[in-house]
């Protein structure tokens, strides 16, 4: 909604770095805003951190231009566009997603969730003792 604050409201002075290819037609610049602005705003809001800062580099690995982006303002610069997202409809899937892991899962238990385009069908399936799937390292599972 207006005026939301990330999750954590502490991190007004943390800035988010992240890079990206530079646009050379009008189709990459669509592709980023539809899935890479995406990412950063989801990133950024959930922790709470109010300013991305992205990189823009060539094929070489070299920074042509750099753009600052305003989290809470990201939403509003894809609104109305043909392949914009609704920041809403993302926090609701995640909300849904996080409530149903929440309900289904016990401690001590290890879980792999499964899904797949067009994300109609989200699983989660408990894993056997010694079944490994996680891609954290295992001093942290």
């Given amino acids: ?3 939301r604050e990330g999750a ?3 991190h007004s002075q943390y800035v988010e770095l992240k890079t990206s290819r530079s646009f050379e037609h009008p189709g990459q610049r669509r592709s980023f805003e539809k899935f890479k ?4 705003w989801v990133q950024s809001f959930l922790a709470g951190v109010p300013t991305i800062v992205c990189g823009f580099r060539n094929d070489e690995g070299i920074l042509e231009s750099i753009e600052t982006f305003k989290t809470l303002e990201l939403p509003r610069a894809v609104r ?3 392949d ?8 609701d899937l995640t909300s849904r997603v996080l409530d149903a892991v929440w309900e289904q899962t016990t401690d001590g238990g290890q879980y792999a969730l499964r899904f797949a385009a067009p994300f109609t069908d989200i699983t989660l399936e408990k894993l056997e003792r010694g079944e ?6 295992p001093e942290y599972t």
């Fill in 80 to 82: 109305g566009k043909r």
């Fill in 84 to 91: 914009g997202w609704d920041p809403n409809a993302c926090l």
């Fill in 132 to 137: 490994r799937e996680s891609f954290l390292p």
């Fill in 1 to 3: 909604g207006g005026g």
């Fill in 8 to 10: 954590s409201a502490g």
């Fill in 37 to 40: 602005m995406l990412r950063f």
